[in-house]
């Protein structure tokens, strides 16, 4: 199974900061890349797929970039709706496989 | 307007089976592949099953032998039978839409395999 390893596993950020994450597979795994955003009790919600194509209705603020192993999501100007727990997931092969998450708290 | 409904979770002791059911609504339900996911409670997310609109069908290592995933077109359904329950398949589970980008997640249904 293909390990995603998503760093820092949290970090502190007021409002208005620019954020940045980071997804690693332990293989290439092409652009196979997508972002989920989730806040406590509620499901998962896609961002990014495609490592960098926005889902639709998603803010233009959140954006992906990255192909091969190492990948990249960016929160220009961090709204307070955007505390949350963040995921990447590789859809590239069988088991689909998820990072352990980077929450994104209030400083 | 896209709905994803669970239900059928709940407590079960070890061992025993569930079956939950994923009603959606506000799509061609048969022209999509769709997915379960879990949650442990305060944990990460992991995928449980697979299954195209067609007839491919894929297990987490974790779960098969255990789980079976279908689909009823007709009914705009998608079911995962749960046999053999053990403590640690205890989650949140939730259904999503998608073979790739996962679009559209129900609101989950809690399973919890305690004596």
């Known amino acids: 199974a293909i390990r995603m390893t998503q760093s820092p596993s949290s970090l502190s950020a007021s409002t208005g900061d620019r954020v940045t994450m980071t997804c690693r597979a332990s293989q290439g795994i092409s652009s196979y890349l997508a972002w989920y955003q989730q806040k406590p009790g509620k499901a998962p919600k896609l961002l990014i797929y495609a490592a960098s194509t926005l889902q639709s209705g998603v803010p233009s603020r959140f954006s992906g970039s990255g192909s091969g192993t190492d990948f990249t999501l960016t929160i220009t100007c961090l709204q307070s709706e955007d505390f949350a727990t963040y995921y990447c997931q590789q859809y590239y092969s069988y088991p689909r496989t998820f990072g352990q998450g980077t929450k994104v708290e209030i400083k | 307007e896209v709905q994803l409904v669970e239900s059928g979770g709940g407590l079960v002791q070890p061992g025993g089976s569930l079956r939950l059911s994923c009603a959606v609504s506000?799509?061609?339900?048969?022209?999509?592949?769709m997915n379960w996911v879990r949650q442990a409670p305060g944990k990460g997310l992991e995928w449980v099953s697979y299954?195209?609109?067609?007839?491919?069908?894929y297990y987490a290592d974790s779960v098969k032998g255990r789980f079976t995933i279908s689909r009823d077109n007709a009914k705009n359904s998608l079911y995962l039978q749960m046999n053999s329950l053990r403590a640690e398949d205890t989650a949140i589970y939730y259904c999503?839409?998608?073979?790739?980008?996962?679009?559209?997640w129900g609101q989950g249904t809690l399973v919890t395999v305690s004596s």
């Open positions: 506000g799509f061609t339900f048969s022209g999509h592949d």
């Open positions: 299954i195209s609109s067609g007839t491919i069908i």
């Open positions: 999503a839409r998608g073979g790739s980008g996962w679009d559209y």
